[in-house]
């Protein structure tokens, strides 16, 4: 079997093993005691190389080691790991491992490793593997000097500091008159509720947008340009969430407001985004980093684009859902070593 197809078998079959193993494990108490070399602490005791490559089982070309065996049960949790500790139980693992390649080696006979699915798979787990090795040299979050990480924080003010904000639900009418008698209603009984002032803004008001979110404005700063300068005003100036004001004359049209939420100012010191901002710039480095790598596989490649065959693709817009595998080479892919 070629090292392509041993790989894309492990793709098809991954789960296998793993299900067999889970069903086997719940097989506890059965068995002799412990079959274990454990040092002090709990490790395992060094062993020799001819230990390591002693066989286990053969399942046609393929050798199945002590290795192999050690290295498969001792990646489970310990909880896993310690349900296999008696002889019997690592034959029950070694069986798995068996029935693993007896549909390893069937799926390949029947040409499973040549499915275009399986291959799609097989690369992007090559991928994953490959970006994980290309950067794991390379930089660390703590290795960005200090003075990179000032620099941002500086460089973003907005992102560390908030300014106060205010939420408040508005009726908006086009007359004086009626917005005159509205406000009694909405300083009555009628407007103490949420809902009963939603139920205001349902029947009166004008504005079709904010009627459809039963009046919310959802929350905005003082420098707020999505909302009438004198309304931004009379809603900083109610005290509580609650109160009401109005009528607000704001251009051709009169708001009554009720706040529904106050947010105080934020101001994060350096210290306290400190590691936030190295995990960020850590982030960029090492999509730069992978970015470079993959120009640089590219200027070895001979790589060409057809951009008029572009048009040939179609989409489809519709919003029927399918489980169909991922674009190949996208995000999921590209994105495996972070």
Not at 95 to 109: G, K, Q, W, Y
Not at 281 to 297: I, M, N, S, T
């Amino acid at each position: 079997m070629t090292s392509l197809h041993a790989v894309a078998v492990a793709v098809i079959l991954a789960g296998a093993m793993t299900a067999g193993c889970s069903r086997s494990a719940g097989d506890e108490g059965k068995g002799g005691g412990k079959d274990t070399a454990s040092a002090e602490g709990g490790g395992l005791v060094p062993q020799s190389t001819d230990d390591l490559s002693t066989p286990l089982a053969t399942v046609d070309d393929v050798v199945i080691t002590v290795k192999q065996l050690q290295d498969s049960i001792n990646r489970q949790s310990p909880y896993i790991r310690a349900r296999y500790a008696s002889r019997e139980q690592k034959r029950i693992f070694l069986d798995n491992m068996i029935r693993f390649e007896v549909l390893a080696s069937e799926a390949v006979r029947r040409g499973l490793d040549r499915d275009p699915e399986v291959v799609q798979t097989m690369k992007s787990a090559m991928i994953t593997k490959l970006l994980k090795a290309e950067l794991a040299a390379g930089i660390k979050p703590e290795d960005i000097p200090e003075a990179d990480l000032r620099a941002f924080f500086a460089a973003n003010p907005a992102r560390f500091n908030k300014a106060e904000e205010v939420r408040v639900s508005a009726i908006v009418l086009a007359k004086q008159k009626q917005a005159d008698d509205v406000a009694v209603l909405a300083r009555g009984e009628q407007g103490q509720s949420n809902k009963g002032f939603r139920d205001l803004v349902s029947r009166f008001s004008t504005d079709a947008e904010s009627r459809l979110r039963g009046g919310d404005l959802r929350y905005f700063e003082r420098d707020s340009t999505e909302v009438p300068k004198p309304v931004i005003e009379a809603a900083f100036a109610l005290g509580k969430t609650g109160d009401v004001a109005g009528p607000i004359a704001a251009g051709k049209s009169f708001y009554i407001i009720k706040q529904t939420g106050r947010r105080g100012a934020v101001s994060k010191a350096f210290d306290r985004v400190k590691r936030e901002i190295q995990n960020e710039l850590y982030k960029q480095r090492r999509e730069g980093a992978q970015r470079k790598f993959v120009d640089q596989l590219k200027t070895r490649s001979k790589v060409e684009v057809l951009d008029e065959n572009l048009k040939k693709v179609r989409v489809d817009t519709s919003n029927r859902t399918g489980d169909e595998p991922s674009a190949p080479g996208g995000p999921s892919a590209a994105g495996g070593a972070q």
